[in-house]
């Protein structure tokens, strides 16, 4: 690969060793290689967050600094199905272990949700009202998330008030990523 791109500290180290005299420096073209696997909340509390949603989507699709990028949706938590459209229609879906086997551990994970939801959506294996679960409780398909991705956050829209019900389920998704 020919060096195209004009490398700036090198050429201003080079020209401070030639006592002043410039000597430009150039290096091989960068390389996008971030892999971006996008999680979205969609439906229910999430909806006056829409309009954010909306632009995070689109700025993603429309940058250029990512070598793939994946877009999927749940809601409230992430189950054994992810969604394809944020109408997180039946059947709409595809399977969460589908993603974990043809969505290498080096995609960077952005969870985007506001982790609104009752305890029994983490913990119980009949918690997910909209669909399959898997035979597994929600904190365990977000504990397998974080097993198969080495670079996962959750970006929470709004936290929850001190006294809100879904308190604890924000409190334990905080124990389990950054957010």
Not at 5 to 12: C, F, M, N, S
Not at 22 to 34: A, C, F, H, Q
Not at 66 to 94: A, L, M, Q, R
Request: net charge negative; hydrophobic share 35%; aromatic share 12%.
């Amino acid at each position: 690969v020919e060096k195209t791109e004009l490398d700036i500290d090198q050429t201003v180290d080079a020209t401070c060793n030639q006592g002043g005299y410039l000597k430009i420096v150039m290096e091989k073209p960068r390389k996008n290689s971030v892999k971006l696997l996008l999680l979205m909340d969609s439906g229910g509390t999430m909806i006056p967050y829409c309009d954010l949603l909306n632009h995070l989507f689109q700025a993603v699709h429309k940058s250029n600094h990512f070598k793939d990028v994946k877009c999927y949706y749940f809601h409230n938590c992430i189950y054994s199905k992810v969604y394809k459209t944020p109408e997180c229609e039946n059947g709409d879906w595809i399977d969460t272990e589908w993603m974990f086997r043809n969505l290498d551990k080096d995609y960077k994970v952005v969870i985007v949700g506001d982790a609104a939801m009752a305890p029994e959506e983490l913990y119980s294996e009949s918690g997910n009202y909209r669909g399959p679960n898997g035979g597994l409780p929600g904190c365990e398909w977000l504990r397998l998330v974080k097993r198969n991705y080495k670079k996962v956050v959750w970006l929470n829209p709004k936290m929850a008030p001190g006294d809100a019900p879904w308190r604890e389920a924000e409190t334990a998704i905080k124990e389990l990523f950054p957010m």
